[in-house]
């Protein structure tokens, strides 16, 4: 079974920065497209972030020169680091595989999340 553990999550100040970690177990990881997502209250889950096995990253336009992801492969974890937070980026940040139309590969599942809130 595939899992991912987010963390990192917390309250801030709008301008802020966080970091989230997600560690991944059950899945070889290396060659995976690696993704963060979130959720706001009352929105769809969307596609935050990518970084493919080679490190090749793309962004949704909201973040972009904003947040930057990372990984590694030797410790099964992906990164998101959110710097110039603004309250709309507030929601549960989840990790994954990248999705293919809304739709999640067989045998994944969503983690827990982290919650990151954003004060004006």
């Known amino acids: 079974q595939v899992q991912f553990v987010e963390s990192g999550g917390g309250l801030v100040q709008a301008g802020g920065s966080l970091r989230l970690s997600c560690t991944a177990s059950g899945t070889r990881f290396r060659t995976d497209v690696m993704a963060w997502y979130r959720q706001a209250p009352g929105k769809q889950r969307e596609l935050v972030a990518t970084v493919s096995g080679l490190r090749s990253t793309n962004y949704a336009n909201s973040v972009k020169g904003r947040f930057t992801i990372s990984r590694d492969n030797e410790k099964k974890t992906v990164y998101l680091q959110m710097n110039s937070l603004k309250p709309e980026d507030t929601a549960v940040y989840y990790c994954?595989?990248?999705?293919?139309?809304?739709?999640?590969?067989?045998?994944?599942?969503w983690g827990q999340g982290t919650q990151v809130t954003v004060s004006s």
């Open positions: 994954n595989v990248l999705w293919a139309r809304g739709v999640l590969p067989s045998g994944h599942n």
